[in-house]
């Protein structure tokens, strides 16, 4: 049954002229079928009334295109059959049709013309046909034309708010889209500064450490060799850092690497990205997420992202520890190192990392610590307030 209306809904709107000349031909047949069976009453049926009710009922195939013609034009033909004593049981009746469709599908002055219109027929029909429209007959025919405008009216608006949420969602998705658009610009613009500070950094210290070995090597082997592992450890940890950066910009291929920001349900495997490169980090869950913004919940994963690229970049060897808490109506992600701490890890504290995570957190209403730990190396806090979602 679902598919079959389904089914006459697309043809509907597809072609609506093949249902309303469908609709035409059965009041047509209707017509004929009520007029053959109407009481004694009314005249017998012949080629002129059949030729009046297929004028009535032509009309209504094009009613949805040119609605308030087709009233005026469908209610000639049956003031006709009246006036020469004919039933027009059926094709009288398809006038409340009529002037519903005018108020679906017209302005409000069609309406009203269509609705004053409507007085005028029901006059012309006391005065052409009394003795078969008496009081009652012109009341319950009145307030017939009265409840279908309403209808019709009322299935007007509720088409033009359909139209309007759908335009305004339209918009609102195109204005999304923009966003992302200029979200992922700005992001790769951040990720370039960032590769090009490590790198040119990371060069900078292995192009003197292996001058250094080059310069010493036949007077001081094991100064050499002290170059040498300095050399290493740093490629080791730009390699891991602009792992970590270039993250942003992989896409989901099956490639092995990490894809951020996908949650804080993914940290672990953000943490075994880093083992493997060279950056031990634990991640600890304390309570339960209990209706949490999905957004929020990007967000901490973000700041987590940010504060373990800074380790990499600052910290030089050391192991981190991160801690995400649920609390009622507040997530708080913290991150713990034990390198070098604050004087090199610290930075700029307006450089890019951290003002991206204190913007990302004051979106929340949330607070951000970034500075040296209670045992040494550095701490990141980051408290994101929220109110819990409703579930569906």
């Known amino acids: 049954m679902n598919a079959a209306l389904a089914r006459i809904r697309g043809l509907d709107a597809a072609r609506p002229w093949v249902l ?33 009710m297929a004028l009535s009922a032509l009309p209504y195939s094009v009613r949805r295109r040119w609605p308030l013609p087709v009233f005026l034009l469908a209610s000639i033909p049956v003031l006709a059959l009246l006036a020469l004593g004919y039933s027009s049981a059926v094709i009288g009746a398809a006038l409340f049709l009529a002037a519903y469709t005018v108020a679906a599908y017209s302005d409000r002055r069609a309406t009203a013309a269509a609705g004053a219109y409507a007085v005028v027929v029901l006059v012309v029909v006391v005065l052409a046909a009394p003795a078969s429209m ?79 070995g080059a310069h010493v090597i036949d007077v001081d082997p094991a100064e050499a060799k002290a170059s040498l592992e300095a050399i290493s450890r740093t490629s080791r940890s ?61 967000t901490g994963d973000r700041v ?30 913290q991150v713990d190192d034990d390198g070098r701490g604050t004087t090199a890890q610290a930075g700029n504290p307006t450089g890019h990392g951290q003002l991206g995570m204190r913007e990302r957190v004051a979106v929340w209403g949330g607070t951000l610590f970034a500075g040296p730990g209670p045992e040494g190396g550095y701490r990141v806090t980051a408290t994101l307030p929220y109110e819990p979602q409703e579930g569906p």
Not at 20 to 34: E, K, T
Not at 240 to 252: M, W
């Open 20 to 52: 309303d000349l469908v609709l035409a031909a059965a009041i047509f047949v209707g017509a004929v079928v009520a007029a053959t069976a109407s009481s004694p009453e009314f005249k017998s049926p012949d080629l002129t009334a059949y030729v009046l």
């Open 304 to 333: 987590v992202q940010e504060a373990l690229t800074n380790v990499v970049r600052h910290a030089g060897p050391a192991k981190a520890e991160v801690t995400v808490r649920y609390e009622d109506r507040q997530v708080t992600v």
């Open 134 to 212: 008496g009081f009652g007959a012109v009341v319950t025919n009145a307030a017939l034309f009265i409840g279908a405008f309403a209808l019709g009216r009322n299935a007007h608006v509720r088409r033009e708010n359909v139209i309007l949420l759908e335009e305004r969602a339209d918009l609102a998705e195109r204005a999304r889209a923009d966003e992302a658009r200029h979200a992922v610009a700005d992001e790769r613009l951040r990720i370039a500064q960032e590769v090009h500070d490590v790198l040119g950094h990371s060069l900078g210290v292995i192009a003197l450490q292996a001058g250094v």
């Open 238 to 298: 730009s390699l891991a850092e602009v792992r970590l950066i270039l993250g942003a910009l992989r896409t989901d291929t099956g490639e092995r690497g990490y894809h951020p920001p996908l949650g804080l349900d993914a940290l672990d495997a953000l943490a075994s990205e880093l083992t493997e490169a060279g950056l031990p980090v634990h991640v600890e869950v304390l309570g339960i997420p209990n209706g949490v913004p999905a957004a929020l919940d990007l």
